[in-house]
């Protein structure tokens, strides 16, 4: 149940918001089809094709997009061509395939470097996702520099990934866990941030947008912080990559990483971005073929990175797949898909705002893509249904986030979470269908 003494109101909010006029127009007839840059909204919804199935014989709308995104043709395609045309181990084989498999592993890789402004392709790890990645870090990285008493810095926007890792390896240690507090909007206090390093402080981890608030992050000024401190720090992408453009180079992050599934890519494949020297200075993480120069019986004497963290037959086919949706994304480029996306967010503040007994959860004036409600007098579970009758996918529940949720007072919301594909008319559609579900309730 919600709640009666929360605090953050949706509909004062949405009223302190500077909506832009554009999407409303578009609804009345009055403006141009909406694009997405150059794109039509029609031709990119076009692309996905699961965007036209029927749940519980309505027209499907995705709005649980912070949990998976779906693909697009172009990736699926790309995954077909490589089973067809590609399918080999890389890196080892002396014929064909080996070649053309290894070059389309190679090509995402670089790809992929370009998209975060990394340095290089020597950069780029290729993990199963984003807990992976962290946890690749905590354990290769951050454990060896342990000792008791000292102390990792994490922020209470963090989910269970960026927290449950670094619980294991300070029990593992005797180091401590430090977290920074958010404000009422469920923004980081930068100034209680920084007030929790000190000579023990040895690693910091935050991520860039919160997946149940949406919050996002001052992760430039609060790297910033931590090198001032002469400490190393990792930014957590899983929520922000597909939304805005990120450059690890101008943010400064020593690590950084990503999952494929939540940029329209494959499952099971995800980004570890490291700097050259953490990469080197880190311990290997798994043993085995691939990540090694040399084995005897005695010692074994290692590739560099990123070799050296790949021990195995990497994920071939979906890290190539993973490149293709870079591309997909690339064309039409980040800044028209944040520049969109934060229009239809402030559209669904104001829809959503004028229903009676929602609050919104998370109303810092720095927000991508989640619009995380509770309704006065309803569990969460019970709107998901009702949406879901109404072929609306949302998420409800503690979004793998509980210590965020409990900040304000909450076990779980309902969380409509928005991509570029997503429509103006989607978002009326949820509006709508909450009204009918307060109406029919009362
Ligand atoms: N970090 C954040 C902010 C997330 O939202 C998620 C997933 O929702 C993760 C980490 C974990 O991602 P994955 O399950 O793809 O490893």
């Not at 076009?46 to 749940?55: C, G």
Request: hydrophobic share 40%; aromatic share 8%.
């Amino acid at each position: 149940m919600i709640p009666e003494n929360s605090t953050s109101d949706f509909a004062s909010y949405a009223k302190k918001t500077t909506l832009f006029p554009s999407l409303v127009e578009q609804r009345q007839g009055r403006g141009p089809i909406p694009r997405v840059g150059e794109a039509p909204l029609e031709k990119i919804r076009a692309d996905f094709p699961i965007l036209s199935e029927q749940v519980e014989g309505r027209q499907l709308v995705w709005l649980d997009n912070a949990a998976t995104t779906h693909r697009p043709k172009q990736v699926i395609d790309r995954l077909v061509h490589y089973y067809t045309h590609e399918n080999s181990n890389v890196h080892r084989g002396a014929h064909t395939l080996a070649e053309r498999s290894t070059d389309a592993f190679e090509a995402a890789r670089e790809k992929i470097a370009r998209f975060l402004g990394a340095p290089g392709a020597n950069n780029i790890v290729f993990v199963r996702g984003t807990t992976e990645g962290i946890n690749l870090i905590a354990y290769a990285y951050v454990k060896p520099l342990l000792r008791p008493g000292d102390e990792i810095i994490l922020t209470l926007l963090e989910h269970h990934a960026n927290i449950v890792p670094w619980q294991l390896v300070a029990q593992e240690t005797g180091a401590v866990l430090r977290v920074a507090p958010v404000d009422e909007s469920g923004q980081i206090i930068l100034s209680e941030y920084a007030k929790l390093f000190n000579s023990n402080t040895r690693f910091v981890s935050m991520t860039q947008v919160s997946n149940a608030l949406g919050t996002v992050a001052p992760v430039q000024e609060m790297v910033a912080i931590a090198h001032g401190f002469g400490v190393r720090a990792c930014v957590d992408g899983a929520q922000s990559v597909s939304h805005m453009p990120v450059n690890v180079s101008a943010m400064d992050a020593d690590f950084f990483v990503f999952s494929g599934h939540k940029i329209f890519g494959p499952n099971g494949i995800g980004v570890l971005y490291g700097k050259e020297d953490v990469l080197d200075a880190a311990h290997p993480w798994q043993g085995g073929g691939s990540m090694i120069s040399d084995v005897t019986f005695e010692r074994t004497l290692y590739q560099k990175a990123p070799q050296k963290c790949e021990a195995g037959t990497p994920n071939v086919a979906d890290a190539v797949g993973l490149g293709a949706a870079i591309d997909y994304v690339s064309a039409i480029g980040m800044e028209n898909i944040a520049r969109y996306e934060h229009e239809l967010l402030e559209y669904g503040i104001r829809e959503l705002g004028v229903i009676p007994g929602l609050t919104l959860v998370g109303t810092a004036a720095q927000k991508a893509s989640v619009l995380s409600f509770v309704l006065n007098g309803h569990e969460n579970e019970e709107v998901g249904r009702y949406l879901n009758r109404a072929g609306i996918a949302v998420r409800a529940g503690h979004h793998c986030a509980q210590p965020i949720l409990r900040r304000f007072g909450y076990e779980g919301t309902v969380r409509p979470s928005l991509a570029f594909y997503n429509t103006p008319g989607e978002i009326e559609l949820l509006a709508r269908t909450l009204h009918e579900f307060v109406n029919s309730s009362l």
